[in-house]
């Protein structure tokens, strides 16, 4: 999900699913100019810039995108035309050679088409195919892509340029977010306030990656249960628990900050979420040493509030 979180923190996500492909960046082929085109409205590859990602929910019901076909011309035809699409896993190779990325192709199991043929009816000019996505059956640990291209077009003429699409697909949990951070970096030798915007991303529909103190970077993750926040995997920080790796949740109160070392324990900052609030409240360590609390040299105490 780091991947993933970085492609987010450069993308705008501010649309719906379906409203980000069904824009129409083409104006349609005049009679005088051209003969009837078939295309992808808002085809986006070949592109000099990259594709917006589509973000979905993270649940089990399925969330639809739409794939669209046209006939790009003055007005209707008077005649019914069958288009077929192709899915085109080259395609996603050459996004990544230009762009530096490495995306993969969505696994089957993650979605369901209607089929890749479809008729454009006589006297309309547009048809979608709607794609039915299941976020839960997504590879989080990847970059996911779709690409499709229009291979046929019962013997009307294809647009070169508006003939193929990709699909990124990112997924986020109900916890993923931008939030303000307040706390305190207790540290042998340059102890310090926190006051940060961090991006919580997604792991799983329940489990978060969180960034380090001040340090930059990610480096712990964690369950959301209601109020718990527990099943620390750390990767460069420690819970606050050492015994069994577990945290244990109570009502952390209100915290004021800095909190002074000698009194600071986990039993006084407990790490919880408070769903009213969206708040998150943490309490973790790391480094070796027998003079602070649980035994680490480096603790940090925060509080997550969403943006």
Known sequence: MKNLFKIVLFTVLAFSLNSCLEDEPITDYSEEAIAPIILIPNGNWPSVVKANPIALDFKSTAQIIDLYARV??????????????????????????????????????????????VTIPAGTQEVKVPIEVFADKIDLSKNN???????????????SNF?????????KNSYEASYKVTGYFFHPSAPRGINASKYMATVSATR???????????????DVSGT????????????????????????PGNIAFPVPLGSFTHANYPNTYDPASKTFRFHYGYGGGSTSPNGWTRQIVEAWVRQ
């Open 163 to 171: 003939r193929q699409i990709v699909i990124p697909v990112l997924v």
């Open 228 to 251: 718990n926040v527990n099943n620390w995997g750390a990767a460069g920080a420690t819970p606050a628990s050492p015994a069994s790796g577990f945290m244990t949740v109570d009502n």
């Open 145 to 159: 892509m779709i690409a499709f291209r229009i291979s046929d077009a019962g013997g009307e003429n294809v647009a």
């Open 72 to 117: 790009s011309w003055v007005r209707p035809l008077d005649k019914a035309v069958t288009v077929t699409f192709q899915k085109d896993a080259t395609i996603i190779d050459a996004y990544n050679k230009a762009f530096g990325t490495n995306y993969v192709e969505l696994v089957t199991a993650a979605y369901k088409l209607p089929g890749l043929t």
């Open 208 to 222: 978060c990656e969180g960034q380090v103190g001040d340090l930059g970077g990610w480096g712990f993750q964690f």
